[in-house]
């Protein structure tokens, strides 16, 4: 039995659009990727630095661009064991943050959006 997409932050879909107009021909192979840690929720690796369990970043290949999975998207996302759910957090590409700290204040932001929106739930 797979795991479930329970919540995403505003900033992730605001995100993922962006991302499908600059990469319209990689729409399909996004979503799929995407989709597939409902099946295997430990893709990917825990995303170091942060101090939220269950944290982990899925590197994602754009090929019909050519953009291998260094240079291609990021897909973070926070998996609960205990409620088998996958929140998604953030999809982007690391070159349109300056730094690693930018990159972790985003994270951090939409995080704390997603709680917001679950505590008015």
């Known amino acids: 039995m797979g795991y479930n997409f329970r919540n995403e932050s505003p900033c992730y879909s605001n995100q993922l659009k962006k991302l499908l107009k600059t990469y319209p021909k990689s729409e399909a192979e996004i979503k799929k990727e995407v989709d597939s840690v409902k099946e295997d929720p430990m893709q990917g690796l825990p ?3 942060m101090s939220v369990s269950g944290l982990r970043k899925k590197r994602i290949a ?4 050519k953009v291998g999975k260094s240079g291609g998207l990021r897909f973070i996302f926070l998996v609960s064991k205990k409620r088998m759910d996958i929140t998604r957090i953030a999809i982007y590409q690391e070159k349109d943050y300056g730094s690693e700290g930018a990159i972790k204040r ?3 932001e939409n995080i704390k959006a997603i709680l917001r929106e679950i505590d008015n739930q």
């Open 47 to 49: 995303y170091q630095g």
């Open 62 to 65: 754009l090929k019909k661009y």
């Open 106 to 108: 985003m994270i951090r």
